[in-house]
């Protein structure tokens, strides 16, 4: 009956994430063939690489590279928030119906992971409410609504969860075999890497954090434990590496690498009113708020960070209560570490940055705690991980502004722990303040609604039979150029036309580190036509220049779609190519592109 009892409520739970999952982007799911959940142009990447997967594989392609983008070079996608597993898993769907596809991952993906973590943290608490709230704030937490503007691998966060369990298991509780747990450790390290590699990499870190705390405050039980925790991290790592050498392999030693740090040291980090400041993506969010949060440096997809006054009070308050519990103190501690991780190199306050390192604020570690020496050690392991993502290569490629998932996922445990503390004491007036401040706390971090989407309509061009004219595979130069993330709709347009060419151009990470296209003349024309940059007359050498660009990239078709000064830009290739161009489905097209004038 208890075995019953608990699918039964695991059912309920999973059906009321995915109903709130499905409200909060109801104004997707009014037209989910047409409106993508999120804003400007990362949806529209989100699709490609979603589509990519299935495409390749159907057309015996490697998923792992596609010179699709970027032709004739080509991209390595393993440098890039590709996703292969995220695309094999929504396959049936994306082939038929992309935005479809990419609307019901983005849904999934917020009721999984909050139903994965209230699963998870039913093996920390007795209450199934106190699992349900943890796994709400961690499901539905302003990270998640960031990210969801346009992320659907980094809202698909099922595994950190569940490492977490796996590593109380390597840790702690020690009653299973370490074999079996290590490779399921491994194999989740594996579904990891093939979903958001970034997030793999700090689960490691946060990972190494906790392991070291641990040492430290249970030295008494290193003997007995570190033999347990040894083989079943060493199986981890074997099963890792054989589930991932072909991947791995391919990223590091295959073609296309891209070496350097791809973002600046200090641009996607929390700023530090951004914990208590809410921005435009919650619901309650006055103008004075959002004039100060507008501020932050971090794009409108890394405002990820806001706690709330409500859930900080009680969080506080409830740490100082049940301090004597053991994981009460681990939880918080280590929901702090990752906050000021989050935070990046220096201090940001109000979207300045200022000299003063955010380094001096872990500081705070040995005041906090009883123990001098695990305290010590606190600060050393923060400064040892804080010092590595500023000037470690792949490790730096970690943005800081992304580890708030943990500081969400751990303070969704410290509120499972306190609710569950707190309704097993019996106190009526405790727990009627704890209802109390609890509902303050989600209702301030409740998403703003109607929650943005983008709409993906494209010219029947791409949508009808007229693309067919283009000959399978090959390569079509279109305009908008391709250069930036906020003009990736090119991109939209060729999956909606069944992949049916490749282009020289397409946002995607390659080796400089550029996002951008390999610098060309003819590149360079169309990006000052498409940012409204005057353009000097052009000379008949950069004539030749971007008849030469036509000529190295095979372009068989020119087309240029619907776009901002769309007459300057067929002005341009009706000049170069001599001849004026056909008006198809929406489109202007030039068929048979020929350089030789």
Known sequence: ?????????????????????????????????????????????????????????????????????????????????????????????????????????????????????????????????????????????????????????????????????????????????????????????????????????????????????????????????????????????????????????????????????????????????????????????????????????????????????????????GTILYRKDRQVRLAALLGGFVALLSMGPLINLGGRTTPIPVALLALAFPPLTRDVRPARLMLYVFLAIWIAMAFVPIVNDILPSRLTLFVFLFCGLLLALIVDATLKSGRPRRIAILAVVTALAVFALVPRQPFPTTGTSSPSFFTTDAVRQIPDGSVALVAPFAYDWR?????????QSGMRFRMPEGFAWIPGPSYTPTPSALGDVMTAVARGTAMPEITDDQRRSMLADLDRWRVGTILVGPMAREDQMVQVFTDLLGRPPALDGGVYVWWQVDTSR
Not at 1 to 27: D, E, K, Q
Not at 232 to 253: E, K, N, S
Not at 487 to 495: E, F, G, K, Y
């Open 1 to 317: 009956m208890r075995a019953l009892a608990t699918r039964i409520h695991g059912g309920l739970a999973l059906l009321i994430y995915l109903g709130l999952a499905a409200a909060v982007f109801a104004s997707a799911w009014a037209a989910p063939n047409s409106n993508a959940i999120g804003v400007g142009g990362d949806p529209n990447l989100a699709i490609w690489f979603m589509r990519w997967t299935p495409f390749a594989l159907t057309h015996h392609l490697s998923p792992l590279f596609t010179d699709y983008l970027d032709y004739p070079s080509g991209v390595n996608l393993m440098w890039n928030t590709a996703a292969p597993l995220l695309g094999l898993l929504f396959w049936p769907i994306t082939q038929a119906a992309p935005v479809l596809a990419y609307n019901t991952a983005e849904t999934l993906a917020l009721g999984l992971s909050a139903w994965t973590a209230y699963l998870v943290f039913c093996h920390f608490v007795q209450s199934r409410i106190a699992a349900g709230l943890g796994g709400l704030l961690y499901g539905f937490s302003p990270y998640m609504m960031a990210h969801a503007l346009g992320h659907p691998p980094l809202v698909l966060l099922f595994t950190p969860p569940l490492m977490l369990l796996a590593l109380h298991h390597v840790l702690i509780r020690q009653r299973r075999s370490p074999l079996l747990i290590g490779a399921g450790l491994g194999i989740l390290g594996a579904v990891q890497l093939l979903l958001w590699e970034e997030l793999l990499a700090s689960e490691a870190l946060v990972a190494f954090a906790a392991i070291v705390w641990l040492a430290a405050l249970n030295r008494d039980a290193l003997r007995t434990r570190s033999q347990y925790a040894i083989r079943a991290l060493g199986a981890a790592a074997l099963v890792f590496l054989v589930l991932t050498a072909v991947p791995l392999g391919f990223q590091f030693f295959g073609p296309r690498q891209v070496h350097g740090a791809v973002w600046p040291p200090n641009q996607f980090v929390i700023d530090l009113l951004a914990f208590i400041v809410p921005t435009r993506l919650q619901a309650l969010a006055p103008a004075a708020a959002i004039d100060v949060s507008d501020l932050f440096r971090s794009r409108i997809y890394e405002w990820s960070g806001y706690l709330g006054i409500p859930l900080l009070v009680l969080l506080s308050y």
């Open 487 to 495: 003009l990736a709709t090119p991109m939209l347009w060729q999956v």
